[in-house]
């Protein structure tokens, strides 16, 4: 099997690290100041809120086409795949899933869509693991068991700065904003059924990030495995550091510890000063004993 692995732009996975991994990505679609850009190809986080900032209208979003797909498929059969995996955002959160279950159709070769239930980091550590167990030469079925695990155990949590952005884009009613804005609360969010979800909100900065900290405590005491944990941001790395150096001064175990940047998709909808963590688990190796004998 020669497996080609695709996804999409809001996995904000850097170019490098998925030339590397020998992956594939098709951008999603910003509308801004009246034009149309790709996703991390053509603008990023920083253009929408220098925009903003300077009056400009917040941007809207749209998918990638059918078309957009067929022509990453066709690359890739072009590059001698007999058989592709595509991991998308969210189908809650998008219509990419969709197109991309589309264009499969005329690929010539099996094309898995494979709906991550998420975005950003949740479907990056998916496409890190489907890369790295395709190298290994596992079966296709082999990674969407491996994938399904993370999916399930996937855990986000974040808060944001400004409440603008979700009022304007009708995930929270305009009363909310503005109460929560005079009151300095910040809410904290996640993703439920690939859908963002609120699940607490505290007063100010200091009490969010104890917020946080707590209910990925709760997290680690109700799921097994080994704890993978990377850390995101909107133009806000001190932010996703200090919730690191927050975690590890709770005590709290875990692998990975990436830091990465949200693309302009999600923070077209999210804001600036957006700050968070994505968690899973996994199943720990056994451990042999160095007396053992065989």
Not at 168 to 192: C, F, W
Not at 196 to 211: C, D, H, Q, T, Y
Not at 238 to 249: T, V
Request: net charge negative.
């Amino acid at each position: 099997m020669n497996l080609a692995i695709i996804t999409d732009s809001t996995c904000d996975l850097s170019q490098e690290e998925l030339d590397s991994l020998g992956v594939s990505r098709v951008p999603l679609y910003v509308h801004f100041q009246g034009k149309i850009f790709r996703d991390w190809l053509e603008i990023s986080p920083q253009d929408i809120i220098k925009g903003v900032a300077a009056g400009a209208e917040l941007p809207t979003t749209s998918q990638p086409s059918p078309q957009d797909f067929e022509l990453a498929y066709q690359r890739a059969v072009q590059g001698g795949a007999d058989t592709i995996l595509c991991i998308t955002i969210s189908a809650e959160l998008s219509g990419t899933f969709q197109s991309a279950s589309i264009a499969k159709e005329k690929a010539g070769v099996p094309v898995t869509v494979f709906d991550s239930r998420g975005a950003n980091l949740g479907a990056g550590e998916m496409i890190r693991k489907a890369a790295a167990m395709r190298d290994e030469g596992a079966a296709l079925d082999t990674i969407i068991q491996a994938l399904e695990g993370i999916r399930d155990s996937n855990f986000v949590l974040f808060t944001v700065d400004t409440f603008e952005y979700l009022q304007k884009g009708g995930r929270i009613g305009r009363a909310t904003a503005l109460v929560g804005s005079l009151l300095n609360i910040k809410p904290i969010l996640t993703l439920e059924d690939g859908l963002i979800a609120p699940v607490g909100r505290a007063r100010g900065n200091k009490r969010a990030l104890r917020e946080v900290v707590s209910r990925l405590q709760a997290y680690r005491t109700s799921h097994q495995g080994e704890l993978i944990i990377n850390f995101l941001h909107i133009q806000d790395p001190n932010a996703a550091e200090r919730l690191k150096a927050a975690i590890d001064a709770a005590g709290i175990s875990y692998r990975g510890g990436k830091v990465s940047e949200i693309g302009a998709v999600v923070a077209a909808h999210v804001g600036p000063g957006t700050y968070g963590l994505y968690a899973h688990t996994v199943p720990r190796q056994p451990t042999h004993s160095a007396s053992q004998t065989s």
